[in-house]
């Protein structure tokens, strides 16, 4: 079992470049999210997919958006990349049903915009 | 809307000691709150979860406690060693999403 696979580890942007992160996880959870991390922030949640065909916004949605692509892949795109989303981006996913609720988190994507 | 605050942000200890992080919340209507711990430059690892309806879970030298009715959480690590040393973080989850604290920085000298 993988876990939770994020791709890229980096990333370097130019301020309006647009890019995807990718995330997939072999857990058969519903539930996946994506955060980002910042100093003195801590961890902010972007937006999550409670399962498969939904999605909602988390505490910091604007200039993000997300795809459930299937059960397994939800990726996080950047239309037009600005230098505040200099962050590094963790996926995270977790079943819905106690004991089965525990989040897990991939490697994370370090994402520098120039 | 729910606040997680840690305490201390930053713990210094010598090998061998025991101690205690602290994590409180302000809204008591959780399903979970879950302990993680991250190295420098890497992913959470989740250490513990304990659900709502429970008071404690124990994994070998960590043990979490809950108690939902104060807003609080504390992460008791025995006979610490160098390895522990990491940023703990600890998580709340509402209806569908965590939310976090910022952390505390353990360092743990030989």
């Known amino acids: 079992n993988a876990g939770v696979t994020q791709t890229p580890k980096f990333q370097v942007l130019k301020t309006g470049q647009s890019m995807t992160l990718q995330c997939a996880q072999d857990?058969?959870?519903?539930?996946m999210y994506w955060y980002r991390q910042d100093p003195g922030m801590g961890l902010r949640l972007i937006y999550y997919s409670a399962s498969e065909g939904t999605t909602d916004k988390g505490e910091v949605p604007n200039g993000y958006n997300v795809s459930r692509l299937n059960k397994r892949e939800f990726s996080l795109r950047l239309e037009s990349a600005a230098p505040s989303q200099t962050s590094v981006y963790f996926c995270a996913s977790s079943g819905t049903s106690v004991p089965y609720n525990e989040q897990f988190f991939g490697p994370g994507t370090r994402l520098t915009v120039l | 809307k729910q606040e997680v605050t840690q305490i201390p942000a930053a713990l210094s200890v010598p090998e061998g000691e025991n101690l205690v992080l602290n994590c409180s919340f302000t809204d008591s209507a959780i399903y979970n709150l879950q302990w993680f711990r991250q190295d420098p430059g890497k992913g959470l690892t989740s250490l513990l979860l304990i659900q709502s309806s429970q008071r404690e879970q124990t994994s070998g030298r960590l043990n979490a406690s809950l108690d939902k009715s104060s807003g609080r959480s504390t992460l008791y690590i025995a006979a610490s060693q160098p390895g522990d040393s990491a940023t703990y973080l600890c998580?709340?989850?509402?209806?569908?999403?965590?939310?976090f604290g910022k952390g505390t920085m353990l360092l743990v000298s030989p």
């Open positions: 857990m058969n959870h519903n539930s």
């Open positions: 998580a709340v989850k509402g209806y569908s999403t965590l939310t």
